[in-house]
């Protein structure tokens, strides 16, 4: 049996065949899903028919601008995770504060090195460091009057 249950006001407009029950039943019963399980329904769906996440944003950001909020996290996942340190110039009356700093900051220097590296900037101090260690190092040497950046 078919049974449509909205009603459009003037059926002869659409043309299109009648909606059958057993779908009008499937989409009452997604109706009265809570939204957590909407995204379970949904994940389900994608996984069986091999929908990819680009085929549904579109749609999902349409229906619901607060969604599409949701997914913007996502890129920020893959920031990136290691960082070149660069000292790009220094406070020239401050340099011997700098130099002791580096030398803290990277014990594997010895206090020649060290002077050498901030005497010859703009230079590289680290490559591929993590972030927290790029950012403590760049926050040490900008405390003492060096112009640090991460890359």
């Known amino acids: 049996a078919v049974v449509s249950t909205q009603s ?18 499937i989409a009452d019963q997604i109706c009265g899903l809570s ?8 994940k389900l769906l994608k996984e069986r028919l091999g929908i990819g996440e680009i085929a549904m944003a579109a749609p999902a950001a349409a229906a619901a ?8 996290p996502e890129p920020v996942v893959e920031e990136k995770t290691s960082f070149n340190v660069k000292l790009l110039g220094i406070d020239s009356s401050m340099k011997i504060k700098i130099i002791k700093a580096l030398k803290e900051s990277m014990p594997e220097l010895n206090l020649v090195a060290a002077k ?19 950012e403590a190092l760049k926050s040490k040497l900008t405390e003492f009057g060096g112009d640090v950046s991460l890359e």
Do not use: I, M, R, Y
């Not at 601008?65 to 913007?72: I, L, V």
């Not at 050498?116 to 790029?134: F, I, M, N, R, Y």
């Open 65 to 72: 601008p607060a969604a599409a909020a949701e997914p913007e």
């Open 8 to 25: 459009t006001g003037d059926s002869s407009d659409s043309g299109a065949a009648p909606v059958p029950e057993h779908v009008l039943s």
């Open 35 to 42: 939204l957590h399980e909407t995204g379970q329904l949904t």
């Open 116 to 134: 050498k590296l901030v005497e010859s900037a703009p230079c590289t101090l680290k490559e591929g460091v993590p972030k927290a260690d790029a």
